[in-house]
């Protein structure tokens, strides 16, 4: 009988929820199964951590309080100590960090001799240290500090990454950009995408479908609410409509975003036809998707978006729902218009248009809601994590396991 392997995953969120962490949540619950698996990562719980993971998996929280400064550098440092201790101790046979844990990884692999593995799911330090530099202009000291520390630790992560045995990336723009970024080549690394529970996210039983849609739809996204996300021309869309669809919106944001949105519904008259549920628990997604009749991702087209991966889609396929959603990269990479999805121009009479489409052609509506959950399905959290183990164990083991 083969012996388990084993695995150490450091993240600096709390993995022992999908909520903030989903790619290391299922990679390590997944491979818990087969493989022993040790989890270092943050105890913070700034979400609905949604209990305390899953009880194969040998957790190692760590909380260093809400001070974002003071809290980043304490876990950098804990997180480091942990990671030497424990792979020394246990000798894993790899060592998985991603993109704000990579250094702590790094140091974990050389103390255990262990196989070290980097997974990138956005360009390392860039976002952080883009969104601190946008406050240039009125940086407090605290932020100006930061910015030195974040550049500190960006030559740190460059030789991490030049050091690792294998990186993964979730879309080849990743993979791309942190080339550009810091000056390596990644031409070896491997693509791999999200996935969907979907056993989860099954369709609801005796649900409403695209053969029997009437008016108004239901119209449902799920998402953070801010600048770029696409809402002002989903309520322009439902003026432009008339009384088509209701827009029903499970997220949150800034307090001003939300109130100018719900100021210019009201201006257009159209305040009645949305509701407005604030943040929703993850847990209570599937519920809410299986209720709708139509999801929707009305995204702009901009760089962060471009290279990111539309995990969001699959939910959306995977429930039942017919999936609209504006036609930009990210969002072509799922959906084949027509097929499994429907891509508008990102206007509001472009989303009538598609909207109307539904309506006109119920027969298309449920042959793209079967399609879409067939997409779903290809990309299940166990096809994606037998992909990951594949990068994290190579074939031939490359020490025995304790």
């Given amino acids: ?27 390590s619950t997944k491979l818990a199964a087969t ?18 993971g899953n009880t194969s998996v040998v957790y190692h929280p760590i909380r260093t309080g809400n001070t974002r400064l003071f809290s980043t550098i304490a876990f950098f440092i804990i997180a480091t100590l942990y990671a030497t201790v424990l792979g020394a101790r246990h000798r894993f046979d790899a060592t998985y960090g991603f993109q704000r844990t990579l250094v702590q990884a790094w140091v974990g692999a050389i103390a255990g001799d262990s196989r070290f593995v980097a997974g990138l799911q956005v360009v390392p330090v860039r976002q952080k240290r883009d969104f601190v530099m946008s406050r240039q202009a009125d940086m407090s000291p605290a932020e100006r500090l930061s910015v030195m520390i974040w550049a500190g630790y960006a030559a740190a992560v460059k030789v991490a990454l030049q050091r690792c045995d294998q990186v993964t990336c979730l879309t080849e723009g990743i993979r791309q950009v942190t080339e550009q970024e810091y000056g390596l080549d990644l031409s070896s690394a491997t693509v791999i995408g999200m996935g969907v529970d979907t056993e989860t996210f099954e369709p609801a039983d005796g649900r409403q479908t695209g053969d029997s849609f009437s008016r108004p739809l239901t119209v449902t996204y799920v998402g953070s609410l801010g ?31 939300i109130d100018a ?33 139509v999801a929707i991702s009305p995204l702009e087209d901009i760089e962060s978006y471009r290279i990111s991966y539309p995990a969001k889609l699959l939910e959306y396929m995977a429930a039942g729902a017919v999936v609209m959603a504006t036609d930009i990269p990210p969002h072509q990479r799922l959906i084949t218009d027509g097929d499994n999805g429907l891509l508008y121009d990102g206007t509001a009479t472009g989303l009538c248009s598609a909207i109307e489409q539904c309506l006109d052609d119920p027969a298309l509506a449920g042959q793209i809601e079967r399609t879409a959950r067939e997409t779903a399905e290809a990309h299940d959290w166990d096809t994606v994590v037998d992909k990951h183990a594949v990068a994290l164990f190579p074939t031939t083991p490359n020490q025995a396991t304790p």
Avoid: N
């Fill in 227 to 257: 600048a770029a996300r696409g809402l002002p021309h989903v309520i322009e869309a439902l003026a432009e409509c008339g009384e088509t669809f209701e827009f029903h919106i499970a997220g949150d944001g800034q307090s001003g975003y």
């Fill in 261 to 293: 949105m719900q100021a210019k519904a009201a201006k257009l008259g159209v305040a009645d036809q949305i509701v407005w549920y604030g943040r929703v628990p993850h847990s209570d997604v599937p519920g809410l998707l299986t209720r709708t009749d």
């Fill in 35 to 52: 493989h022993t698996v040790h989890v270092i990562c943050s105890a913070d719980k700034d979400h609905d951590a949604g209990g305390t």
């Fill in 1 to 27: 009988m083969a012996q388990r392997r084993s695995l150490l995953l450091i993240h600096h969120r709390d993995v022992r929820s999908p909520f903030s962490a989903t790619v290391p949540h299922y990679i």
